[in-house]
C-alpha cells in the first residue's frame, strides 16, 4: 500500500507511475502491465497519463475511470446514474417532491455512518438472513434457495462469509453434475436426439468422443453411442447453469441490499446508537423503488457536504455558473 500525497502539480501522478515502472521492470517475470488498473478522475487525465509509461520503457496499463468500471460490472443488470445526471438533479430540481429526502440519502449513504452499518450487515448475514437464488432448469428447481441456506449456515460459524460463499459454490458445482447425469434419461433428451441434423450429429458426435478417449482409451462408442450424445445434449443444455454458478449468481445480491431498507428493525439493530438521517421512510421507498426498477443511483460522488454552510443550497454564484468547474 502507497499512498502519494501533495498540492495540485506536486507531481504526485509521476511519483504513482514512477512506483509502477518499477514495479514491472522489478518483478517482469511474473507481472504484467495487463495485470494492472489505473483509475482515473475522468476521461481527460486517462489521456494525460497514456503516454507515462511507454515513455519508461513499459507497456501502458488498463485504464478506466470508477464510472466506466461499474457499467463494466453491472450495466447489464442495472440502469445507472452517472455524476453529471446527480449533479444536475442537486442543481435543479429542489421544487420537486422528494427532493430533501434524495439530497439526505445521498449525504447519509456516503457517510462513514453508513459504511459501518454495511460492515455489520455483513457479519450479521454470518450469522443468519442469507439470501440466494434457486438453480432452475426448464421450469423446475433444480437446487432450491433453501437448500442453498441450509448448506451455508450448516458450515462452520467461523468461516467468513466470502470463503463460506465459495465452499457453497464448489457444493453446487458437485449437485449440478450429479443432476447432470440424472438428467440424461428425461424424456426432452430423447426428443431432442430426434431433431438432430446429420451434421449436427456427426460434429458434435466426434467431439463428444474425442474428449471422452483422451479420458479413457478403452472406450467403446459403437457401444455407448446413445449415451454419448445424451450426455452431449445435456452438457450443452447445462452450461448456462455452469456459468452462472461460476459467476456467483446464485446469490441474491439485490434481494440482500434491498432487505436493509425493507427490515427498518434491522437496520436500526445494525445502526447501533447512530441517529437515523432525516425522512428515512423516503429514503427507504426511494431505494427499494430504483431496486425494483433495476436502477442504481450514484451515491459515492457526493456533492452535498460542499453546499452545508449554504444550508444545502448552493450560493448564488455557483448557480449562475453550474459548467464553470468551481
Same mark, same amino acid.
Given at each position: 500500500m502507497l ?9 504526485k501522478?509521476?511519483a ?10 522489478k ?8 495485470q ?5 478522475p475522468?476521461?481527460m /487525465?486517462? &489521456? +494525460?497519463? *497514456? ?10 496499463? =488498463?485504464?478506466?475511470t470508477?464510472? #466506466? ?7 447489464r ?11 444536475e ?8 417532491p422528494?427532493y430533501p ?5 445521498i449525504?447519509?449513504?456516503?457517510s ?13 448475514l ?6 440466494f ?14 437448500q442453498?441456506?441450509?448448506? /451455508?449456515? &450448516? +458450515?462452520? *460459524? ?10 457453497? =459454490?464448489?457444493?453446487l458445482?458437485? #449437485? ?16 431432442e436426439?430426434?431433431?438432430?441434423d ?69 437496520f436500526?439493530?445494525?445502526a447501533?446508537?447512530?441517529?437515523l438521517?432525516?425522512?428515512?421512510? #423516503? ?7 430504483k ?7 450514484l451515491r ?6 460542499l ?5 444545502g443550497r ?13
Amino acid at each position: 500500500m502507497l499512498i502519494v500525497q501533495g498540492a495540485a502539480g506536486s507531481g504526485k501522478t509521476s511519483a504513482a507511475l514512477q512506483r509502477v515502472a518499477y514495479l514491472l521492470y522489478k518483478y517482469r517475470e511474473t507481472l504484467k502491465a495487463d495485470q494492472m488498473v489505473l483509475f482515473s478522475p475522468n476521461p481527460m /487525465f486517462n &489521456s +494525460y497519463v *497514456s503516454t507515462v509509461l511507454p515513455e519508461l520503457g513499459e507497456e501502458n496499463m =488498463q485504464q478506466t475511470t470508477f464510472q #466506466e468500471y461499474l457499467e463494466h460490472r453491472l450495466g447489464r443488470q442495472f440502469g445507472l446514474e452517472d455524476p453529471f445526471e446527480q449533479i444536475e438533479y442537486i442543481l435543479t430540481a429542489e421544487n420537486e417532491p422528494g427532493y430533501p429526502a434524495r439530497c439526505s440519502g445521498i449525504r447519509y449513504k456516503a457517510s462513514a455512518d453508513f459504511l459501518q452499518v454495511i460492515q455489520q450487515y455483513k457479519q450479521h448475514l454470518e450469522q443468519s438472513d442469507m439470501r440466494f437464488k434457486s438453480i432452475q432448469f426448464r421450469g423446475r428447481v433444480l437446487i432450491s434457495k433453501e437448500q442453498m441456506k441450509k448448506q /451455508f449456515y &450448516s +458450515y462452520d *460459524s467461523s468461516i467468513r462469509l466470502a470463503n463460506r460463499v465459495v465452499l457453497l =459454490q464448489e457444493w453446487l458445482r458437485g #449437485e449440478l453434475a450429479r443432476l447432470e447425469v440424472a438428467e440424461r434419461e428425461e424424456d426432452w433428451v430423447r426428443d431432442e436426439l430426434d431433431y438432430l441434423d446429420n451434421e449436427q450429429y456427426q460434429k458434435a458426435y466426434n467431439q463428444m468422443k474425442k474428449r471422452l478417449k483422451e479420458k479413457d482409451p478403452a472406450f467403446n462408442e459403437a457401444v455407448h453411442e446413445e449415451d454419448l450424445l445424451r450426455r452431449m445434449i445435456v452438457q450443452e443444455h447445462f452450461k448456462p447453469l455452469r456459468a452462472k454458478i461460476k459467476r456467483l449468481r446464485f446469490v441474491d445480491v439485490r434481494g440482500l441490499y434491498g432487505q436493509l431498507f425493507e427490515n427498518k428493525d434491522l437496520f436500526r439493530s445494525l445502526a447501533g446508537g447512530q441517529e437515523l438521517p432525516e425522512h428515512w421512510d #423516503e429514503i427507504c421507498a426511494f431505494t427499494l423503488d430504483k431496486l425494483e426498477q433495476a436502477q442504481l443511483a450514484l451515491r459515492g460522488c457526493d456533492p452535498i457536504p460542499l453546499f452545508e454552510g449554504a444550508g444545502g443550497r448552493l450560493p448564488d454564484e455557483y448557480r449562475r455558473t453550474p459548467c464553470s468547474g468551481r
